[in-house]
């Protein structure tokens, strides 16, 4: 590692959306080191008041949520604003002392610099240098390109760049941020033969926008009607509605958030019927101003309707409420995947890693943590793009996973499910799925071609064409025909499906790679240091020695695929020619089969767990061994065993566990838990798309 263990990003001025930015650093670092720690020199004003609230720092919430940051708000906080004003030197004296706290424990640490709460201008940017040195940490400088030429732009970069050097601040690098969109490639070949790289990035609405929440907070009003999940939604714009309804639903946007007198029933009553209208935008909410409650039919009718569009209501007036709710700023933070998603892309795409990387002089370690190997399948997957098809396009679960999946580009996807439903509810929880194809199966095109073709693959047990129109219309059933026939490359499903539901089609449809006579199922379990594979933990009960074999090869070509070196530990109660009966009998012919049919492979058999992880007890058990001690795939005897210790390991001792992966397959169907989590679905699509990749996923 160098000695170079931290970045300073810092501004020389206010609302440059730094905080975004520094989150697409830290996730950057995340996918290279082990601990990446947050430390924020001069958090948000602290209260002294007993019982006071405290100013959150919305910028510490955002990094310390990050699934590769362990540093806790404590640690994370240097000072507070009104410290430094009390005595500079003291601050920054306290500053260096909890700095190197965190930097003990961390392999890089990311610094945010001050927000200009209380002072503005170059006294501020002075002091962040000021720390960035005693801090021996290099300054990333983000400016905000909006409303800005390209040589106002350049010259504030150079007045900073002036204000870091008096201070012997070293900066290796510019951002600019929120740059106008349509001028951003101009910005970055005007500003191409800068002294240091600047980056340059477009600005998106989205990021600033705030949510129904926080505007339902600046009118203090209270929700009457609505599903409060959709609070966090994002409002996209703020539209006065006191003009007739027939005026007001011309101006209505997409995401917009109306306020309306809340005596005017036939401006509520016209706003439900567009917001419920598929050819209208679809609303983000309504805000009744003047303290008024619909009358008692038009309440009857709301709740009737049964829409979830939040309608709020507040005593403020419309002039009141339309002041209040325009000052309203938006801020990325954890709770909004949407904006999330769109900061971590934007930061991807035009932010040179590398060069960055580059200059911190980081070297990846030989570890590979979980986050690692989650960040390495997606960067896989994006390589080459696949499409997926997503049959379960009614789970909320599924579409947060594909609008991640989306933005991040990580793969085209296909939901199945009715179209309009589907973008409805997507709209509903601020989603964009507009890059995504979407299918109904009870009335694709596709029907009869799936039907003729399941006709003739279950031909053998008297499947006929009417009752094949019956069954592909089943979600499961149309994904595999889809992935069969090349209108996808793969299919995720089992969220809301049962394994059986799932896998079953493709055993009837897709069928198995020539030469491998089973399908079988691995976990790749991401350890705090390394990724193993296990395998089979989900579909075979008690393989035979032959079966055995098959699951070692494909458990071996799937380890490769994903990166990891193959080393196949035949896993048994005994090891080497110590035990004898069926149950060893059959892991030692199994071990005997993988090495006549695959002599390149390095594999041992039968062996127990430990002599296969654990280097001192293989020198015991195993001396000599290419494998025991070092063992990266397992195979376990029987699904009894294999499914405990998956499941054990992962408890005990916090593996994530990703998976299962199917294998053996002519071309990728992968199941998911039913209480699968949105990362879960995101890695299981990712992995499916890379197993799409390979040549084995190609049908012979």
Wanted: hydrophobic share 40%.
């Amino acid at each position: 590692m160098s000695t170079t263990r931290s970045i300073y990003i810092t501004s020389p001025e206010g609302e440059t959306g730094k905080g975004a930015l520094a989150l697409g650093v830290v996730d950057l670092l995340a996918r290279e080191v082990k601990r990446v720690g947050v430390f924020r020199p001069i958090a948000r004003t602290k209260h002294s008041t007993p019982g006071a609230p405290q100013d959150r720092d919305y910028v510490l919430d955002l990094l310390l949520a990050h699934d590769g940051v362990e540093t806790t708000t404590e640690q994370a906080t240097g000072v507070h604003y009104e410290d430094v004003h009390a005595d500079p030197e003291a601050a920054l004296s306290r500053i260096v002392t909890k700095y190197h706290e965190v930097q003990q424990n961390c392999d890089v640490v990311v610094i945010v610099g001050s927000d200009y709460t209380d002072v503005a201008g170059p006294t501020e940017l002075s002091f962040n240098a000021q720390i960035a040195t005693n801090l021996g940490a290099p300054v990333l400088l983000v400016v905000s390109g909006a409303r800005r030429s390209s040589e106002d732009i350049r010259q504030l970069i150079d007045v900073s760049a002036g204000v870091l050097a008096s201070h012997h601040a070293t900066m290796i690098g510019a951002v600019v941020n929120k740059a106008i969109p349509d001028q951003a490639e101009l910005l970055r070949t005007t500003l191409q033969d800068s002294p240091t790289p600047v980056w340059v990035v477009p600005d998106d609405p989205l990021l600033s926008a705030p949510t129904v929440q926080q505007l339902a907070d600046a009118v203090q009003g209270e929700l009457v009607y609505g599903d409060p999940e959709l609070l966090k939604r994002e409002s996209l714009d703020v539209i006065i509605g006191a003009m007739n309804i027939d005026h007001l639903i011309d101006r209505l946007t997409e995401g917009g958030v109306v306020i309306t007198p809340g005596d005017r029933s036939d401006i509520l009553v016209g706003l439900l019927m567009a917001h419920s209208a598929k050819n209208f935008p679809s609303l983000a909410g309504v805000i009744l101003n003047g303290g008024f409650q619909p009358p008692l039919q038009i309440a009857r009718l709301v709740e009737d309707l049964g829409l979830s569009l939040p309608i709020i209501r507040t005593e403020y007036g419309t002039f009141k409420s339309a002041n209040l709710t325009a000052a309203v700023r938006g801020r990325v933070t954890n709770e909004s995947q949407r904006k999330r998603d769109l900061a971590l892309t934007l930061f991807e795409q035009c932010v040179d890693a590398n060069a960055l990387l580059g200059a911190l002089a980081l070297e990846r370690p030989a570890v590979v943590t979980p986050l690692m190997f989650e960040y390495d399948l997606l960067s896989k997957a994006r390589t080459e793009r696949k499409r997926i098809v997503l049959p379960e396009g009614s789970d909320d679960r599924i579409l947060r996973a594909a609008s991640t999946l989306l933005q991040r580009q990580v793969a085209d996807l296909t939901l199945l499910g009715d179209g309009d439903q589907i973008r409805t509810r997507a709209s509903e929880l601020g989603l964009d799925l507009s890059a995504a194809d979407f299918i109904n199966p009870a009335t694709s095109p596709l029907l009869e071609e799936f039907a003729e073709v399941y006709t003739g693959l279950r031909a053998h047990k008297g499947m006929t064409v009417d009752r094949a129109r019956e069954i592909v219309p089943d979600v499961s059933y149309f994904g595999t025909l889809m992935v069969h026939l090349g209108y996808a490359d793969g299919m995720v499903s089992g969220a809301a499906h049962t394994t059986a539901h799932t896998i079953k089609p493709s055993f009837e449809i897709i069928k198995t790679i020539p030469g491998t006579s089973v399908v079988s199922s691995v976990f790749l379990m991401c350890l705090a240091d390394r990724v193993l594979v296990y395998g089979d933990c989900a579909v075979n009960p008690d393989p035979t020695a032959e079966q055995l074999a098959d699951i070692a090869i494909s458990s071996a070509a799937t380890a490769q695929q994903f990166g990891v070196e193959p080393r196949i530990a035949m896993l048994s109660y005994s090891t080497g020619a110590s035990g004898h009966g069926a149950d060893v009998d059959k892991v030692r012919a199994a071990t005997e089969l993988v090495r006549q049919r695959r002599p390149d492979l390095s594999a041992e058999g039968p062996i127990q767990y430990d002599a296969a992880v654990d280097a001192s007890v293989a020198a015991s058990k195993m001396p000599g061994s290419d494998v025991a001690g070092r063992a990266t795939v397992f195979i376990f005897p029987d699904l009894n065993t294999g499914n405990n210790t998956y499941k054990a390991v992962q408890r005990s001792s916090g593996a994530v566990a990703v998976g299962p992966v199917l294998q053996g397959l002519r071309k990728p169907v992968n199941d998911l838990s039913r209480g699968a989590l949105v990362q879960d679905i995101v890695n299981t699509v990712a992995i499916t798309a890379i197993q799409a990749q390979s040549s084995r996923s190609n049908p012979s």
